[in-house]
């Protein structure tokens, strides 16, 4: 096993009565990285998170935790990992404290350590103020904390997090994503989600599955090169609307021009590339010579949905 991976998997499958949930899945996880797992509802992503916890038999191929086969070495894989399921099943009838207490025996600690990891992940998980409280009486993202303060509380090398921010509201999606990224600094995290922003503001790396299979895997800034056709720039330019779109559209490796009106005689222009050309220089160029204002220059960022989308739809066509 390479030193460096906490996660390998290597042409996963899994069947359902003849329908591929999985086709032939290949990946790794580094150490200290937080990667998120990003697909549609039904991509294959939970049931990717289900068979590395070992709570689900793939039908074939090699899946390892922290060096330790999935399969055939199951009870040292669970002593690794920390798993949040989507729904994050807790017991409403049982205190804050006396939960994390009785999920942390049952994961083998006692006496003085037992009290002691469940102190710290009450803090950690920001959960300390309400640990009398009956979870059932508690607010869905003090649930979610609670969640994740079970999945630490046995220190695991890694965390996996199905939907960790499901059906919570946007003041506490954004508390529980700060929450992950500050695990990530002392845990490897393996999160999935279909919220494309969530991956975007919370990872350092996305594997994109579509239909059962990896499409792509990589930084988002990395994926930005799959975009970089297409990359539009954008300007800002007061000047004769005329000449403008003429000197615009003679500019060498420009493909397509596209003008709209601003405000103060200004005009907005999108400018969009062949070849993936860089063409900030160009219109900088171009102003200059002419003496036109220029109040804005920039190349437009593609966001992860659209690269999600780009991705998807070429290996649709692709495929017919």
Not at 39 to 57: E, V
Not at 136 to 154: C, E, I, N, W
Request: hydrophobic share 35%; charged share 30%.
């Amino acid at each position: 096993m390479n030193d460096g991976s906490m996660i390998r998997v290597d042409k996963l499958t899994k069947e359902y009565g003849g329908n591929l949930a999985l086709d032939a899945v290949s990946f790794d996880v580094g150490k200290g990285e937080i990667v998120g797992l990003l697909g549609p509802n039904g991509a294959g992503k939970t049931t990717t998170l289900r068979i590395l916890s070992c709570y689900l038999p793939a039908t074939s191929g090699y899946a390892s935790v922290a060096g330790h086969d999935v399969f055939s070495a199951s009870e040292k894989v669970r002593k690794c990992i920390g798993y949040m399921p989507e729904n994050n099943p807790l017991y409403p009838e049982m205190r804050v404290r006396e939960y994390l207490q009785f999920r942390a025996k049952i994961k083998g600690l006692r006496g003085q350590n037992c009290d002691h990891r469940v102190n710290t992940v009450m803090e950690e998980c920001g959960v300390a103020d309400v640990h009398r409280k009956l979870i059932g009486h508690l607010s869905k993202g003090y649930r979610q904390r609670v969640g994740l303060a079970d999945a630490l509380v046995h220190e695991p090398d890694l965390i996996i997090l199905d939907e960790p921010t499901q059906g919570l509201d946007p003041n506490q999606i954004r508390s529980v994503r700060e929450l992950i990224k500050e695990l990530g600094k002392a845990h490897t995290v393996l999160l999935s989600t279909h919220i494309l922003s969530e991956v975007e503001m919370t990872c350092n790396r996305v594997l994109i599955l579509h239909k059962g299979r990896i499409l792509a895997a990589d930084t988002p800034e990395n994926l930005q090169a799959v975009m970089s056709d297409s990359s539009q720039v954008i300007a800002e330019i007061k000047a004769p609307l005329g000449r403008l779109r003429l000197e615009l559209e003679d500019l060498p490796g420009v493909g397509y021009v596209d003008i709209t009106a601003s405000d103060g005689d200004y005009f907005r222009c999108s400018i969009t590339p062949v070849g993936g050309a860089d063409l900030r220089e160009e219109v900088y160029r171009l102003a200059r010579s002419e003496g036109w204002d220029l109040r804005e220059l920039r190349r437009c960022r593609h966001s992860l949905e659209d690269i999600f989308i780009h991705i998807t739809r070429r290996n649709g066509e692709e495929e017919e």
